[in-house]
């Protein structure tokens, strides 16, 4: 069984045109599976002004372990509000030719303001 909890989102309420941002998310493993990088690991899929960005943690998560995701946000060319689309998945079997599992999900609004 897989499962995942959100500890703690760092996201900007606010970002300046032209000037990338960073967002930080700690998530604790609540299934019984571990999550390993090289292979059935979680990560994290972000959808961001129509561009995808992928963050993979940095080490194995055991179950009941805590593992930090941090990726970029890149600039933004104009003013306005933009949307952050954000999913925690766990890798599938590849031969099981499966989806990937989404764990958690949240949606994060940027105001994007000149400099």
Not at 81 to 105: C, N
Request: hydrophobic share 45%; glycine share 6%.
């Amino acid at each position: 069984m897989a499962g995942a909890r959100m500890l703690a989102a760092d996201l900007p309420q606010e970002m300046i045109v032209g000037q990338p941002g960073v967002a930080r998310l700690w998530v604790e493993n609540v299934g019984r599976d571990s999550w390993i990088q090289s292979r059935q690991g979680a990560y994290v899929e972000a959808i961001i002004d129509g561009r995808r960005i992928i963050a993979r943690p940095r080490k194995d998560t055991p179950p009941a372990d805590r593992v930090h995701f941090v990726f970029s946000i890149p600039p933004f060319s104009q003013t306005g509000q933009a949307q952050l689309f954000i999913k925690l998945k766990l890798e599938s079997d590849w031969r099981a030719l499966r989806p990937a599992k989404v764990l958690l999900t949240m949606n994060h609004s940027v105001r994007i303001c000149q400099p």
